[in-house]
């Protein structure tokens, strides 16, 4: 039983420290990150699970080693608990912000449940001694993970995430899949495809720390792997010098530096000196790198794709995420706004200033680093307690290198073999460094708390047992009970997890399918199996109105009016059940003002509901131009030209080039009656933006409107121009045509409207006029005239 249970948990965590790096899986919506989490916590559940069941079942003891991280660690995990609970977002905060999913409770679970893991099964040797309290005698053990193995894992891992990158770079995959099919896969997922994370920058961070261990491991164990390590710090490098992303360098260069300090301060290389050269290279590379950028000024293209010049991620800039951050502890001192909820924080704290950029349409869920979002999501407390943990392993991993550097000098082999201190603390100095410049990723994530397992695994002197905490069933027969009964509840909480992890993963594979074929049925599905997550809702209310918005588009003899009415009646329903589980969600009430706004169309009365949603939306993103322009257009659809006036104001102090804001001001101007100051407005902006359709329709509208038909037929001309198919433009020009007693010209833009409209009652019945011997009267043209039914 013990050696069934020893070899699950030695698998486990194998498995997992090889695996993850360079996991992925293609059923889900999200390949990466969303896959890794899960092989995270089946792996450490089923561990943890087989390591208490050993303590209880075969040793008949609860034992813990002592460690100067337990109790830190123990807080912060206690602290992130408390933070779920008072979240903002209960939901994202537990399981992960759909699409970004590396920050959850439990991911932070899985990772403190990983370090003990590693600290109570994990030496710097095969085989230990131990000693017997009782008997003082010494007794050889072997621990399941050894940190050289552990390593070895670790680096394989590299080796194959190095492997699969350059694969895709140099479009090895897209070769393949015409060969072999089963390949296909790979060459879809682009260029850029690395399984380390979704973007080359998340490669670029984890390869420039995995490139400080190497570095480390070259100087200090020489005599070891050194063809290999050499191999795959030089495969490393040469990808970052490609992939060429600043920030990485940054680390690199105060790493290295660090590392070169301790070097001539320790003086443990002696007449080995020379060796230093590597870190002194690399320390210039990446200095020109940072300052000239040489790598931008070639082109190496292959198959099309620039080489040296990949696409880039979009980041949140810095300045920008500590802004957001501290507005975030302003309002959220102690415990923050909750795990993974960054995209409130940044809808809801984000300066005005950020409209002016080129990014302000873009809804950031992530931070431009990880300190900053550990202080806005976990608040003062939370990032206390990360710091605490960062500070005490840095401090006493410093003590313990200090013990070892005599012995180093000394060129004992057997310490200098064993030493895997130094290493790895580089390693995890570097990955905290990191945390200052990027976010973090499941795989960053997991690497920093493997480093921080082994290193403290590492501390354990002379190879000895580290001392342990514990209580043993024979002292206490009634604890057996107990215990016996926890590992039952263990089981059943575990199990039971498994169980709902496979459902929701389930749910996402449907939700996958929805996207990929429309098919509304997909999403029920998703829905039904995780009725938690609110982006399922928001896909599955969207799909029931582009269904009654499709049974409208038939010939009224062949309409469903129940099928009409209850896909909108579920539209609703759906929208409405995402802003009672995600009420701090923007998205829910943007999504629920849409349906509103658009269900204008197919009834009345559905106007205020609208404005309200749009203002719920507004009050979470408060410096958002689209909400208060989108509740203006409605207001002066309704005819209330001074609220809509108001609202188009306000928006453009928040972005004084908002297109949108601007024809709406034009609009109202032209609702007050002033049509010259709706045409100068109208024409100003044409200048300014020759090739958007929506300007020359309403420049052409307001031209006719205005009766100054030539005029308005050149704009409207224009605006077919650049859109052949833009129903308005095509239906005002053909009233345009009506009116100058155009008819033929007249009718063919019609019957056009009405082919891409079909079953539209208003263009029928203006065919149906231009065909008929009476005269007919020219209308007035409103802003969105071709959307009436």
């Known amino acids: 039983m013990k050696k069934t249970l020893n070899t699950i948990i030695k698998f486990s965590l194998y498995s997992l420290i090889f695996l993850l790096p360079v ?22 559940s089923l561990a943890f699970l087989a390591w208490f069941a050993k303590m209880i079942i075969c040793d008949k003891e609860i034992k813990f080693r002592r460690t100067p991280l337990n109790i830190p660690i123990l807080v912060f995990i206690f602290i992130a608990i408390l933070n779920t609970v008072f979240s903002i977002d209960r939901i994202s905060s537990l399981f992960g912000f759909y699409g970004r999913f590396s920050d959850n409770l439990i991911g932070i679970l899985s990772f403190g449940a990983l ?28 621990p399941l993970l050894t940190v050289d193995s552990s390593l070895k894992a670790f680096l394989w891992s590299v080796f194959f995430v190095l492997l699969f990158s350059y694969f895709s770079l140099f479009g090895v995959w897209q070769l393949l899949s015409k060969l072999a099919p089963k390949f296909q896969l790979l060459a879809m997922l682009g260029r850029t495809f690395n399984p380390a994370g979704a973007y080359l920058e998340a490669l670029a961070v984890f390869l420039a720390t995995v490139a400080i261990l190497l570095v480390a491991l070259i100087l200090i164990r020489s005599k070891e792997n050194i063809i290999k390590n050499s191999i795959l710090l030089t495969a490393s490098f040469l990808l970052l010098l490609i992939i060429n992303f600043t920030p990485v360098w940054l680390v690199l260069v105060l790493t290295l530096i660090i590392f070169l300090v301790f070097a001539f301060w320790s003086r443990i290389f002696k007449e080995k000196i020379n060796l230093l050269l590597v870190p002194i290279v690399l320390i210039i590379i990446s200095t020109v790198f940072i300052f000239f950028k040489p790598s931008t000024s070639y082109k190496i293209s292959i198959s099309g794709f620039d080489i040296l010049n990949p696409k880039k991620e979009i980041l949140l800039d810095q300045g920008t995420t500590w802004k957001v951050a501290i507005e975030t502890v302003k309002k959220y001192p102690v415990l923050g706004s909750g795990i993974a909820t960054f995209s409130y924080d940044f809808s809801k704290f984000k300066p005005a200033e950020f409209n002016q950029t080129n990014l302000w349409q873009i809804r950031f869920d992530k931070a431009g680093n990880q300190a900053a979002e550990v202080l806005a999501t976990q608040g003062v407390l939370g990032f206390l307690s990360w710091l605490a943990i960062i500070g005490i392993f840095l401090l006493i991993s410093w003590f313990f290198l200090e013990t070892k550097i005599t012995k180093i000098k000394t060129q004992n082999e057997k310490e200098v073999k064993d030493n895997y201190q130094l290493p790895l603390f580089f390693f995890f100095l570097a990955l905290f460094l990191s945390q200052f410049v990027y ?16 290193s403290v695994a590492s501390w354990n002197p002379s190879g000895e047992t580290p001392k342990e905490k514990g209580v043993s069933f024979k002292d206490f027969p009634e ?7 926890v590992l039952i509840l263990l089981f059943l909480i575990i199990s039971g997890s498994w169980f709902f992890a496979v459902r929701f993963y389930l749910a996402d594979i449907n939700y996958k399918n929805g996207i990929i074929s429309g098919k509304t049925e997909n999403f029920e599905k998703a829905v039904n199996l995780n009725k938690l997550l609110s982006i399922y809702r928001i896909s599955l209310s969207r799909a029931y109105f582009t269904d009654a918005s499709n049974e409208v588009q038939k010939p009224p003899e062949a309409q469903d009016a129940k099928k009409i009415q209850n896909d909108l009646a579920q539209a609703i329903d759906q929208a409405k059940t995402v802003g009672k589980i995600s009420p701090n969600w923007v998205v829910s009430f943007e999504n629920l003002g849409m349906i509103y706004r658009d269900l204008r169309v197919f009834a009345q009365g559905a106007e205020q509901f609208a404005i ?18 989108e509740s203006g257009k409605i ?10 006036k108001k609202a188009i104001e306000n928006t453009l102090e928040l972005k004084p080039d908002y297109l949108d804001a601007q024809i709406q001001s034009a609009l109202v101007s032209e609702a007050e009656g002033n049509f010259q100051d709706a045409i100068s407005k109208l024409e100003g902006i044409a200048a300014q933006n020759s090739s958007n359709v929506e300007v020359f329709f309403q420049l052409g509208r307001v031209y006719y409107n205005n009766n100054q038909t030539d005029k308005a037929v050149s704009s409207l001309r224009r605006a077919i121009s650049l859109s052949p198919n833009h129903s308005n433009s095509l239906y005002a020009l053909g009233v345009a045509y009506q009116k100058n007693g155009q008819k033929e010209e007249a009718l063919k833009m019609f019957e056009k409207v009405l082919k891409l409209n079909p079953g539209n009652q208003d263009v029928i019945a203006k065919i149906a006029e231009l065909k ?17 039914k």
């Open 115 to 142: 370090y003990f893991l590693i600290t109570n099964n994990a030496s710097t040797n095969k085989g230990q001694k131990t000693i017997n309290n009782k008997d003082k005698e010494e007794i050889a053990s072997h």
């Open 635 to 644: 207001l002066l659809n309704e005819g209330k030209t001074d609220e809509a």
């Open 439 to 454: 976010y973090q990723n499941t795989t960053l994530a997991f690497t920093f708390w493997l480093v921080l397992g082994l």
């Open 772 to 788: 008929s011997p009476a005269p007919t009267p020219a209308p007035t043209l409103t802003p969105t005239p071709a959307e009436k």
């Open 479 to 485: 604890m057996s009970l107990v215990f016996n009964i």
């Open 612 to 629: 309200d949603s749009f203002q719920k939306a507004a009050e979470l993103e408060p410096t958002n131009p689209v909400f208060p322009t």
């Open 23 to 44: 996991f992925f899986l293609p059923f889900s919506f999200e390949a990466y990150e969303f896959n890794k989490q899960y092989l995270l916590f089946f792996l450490v």
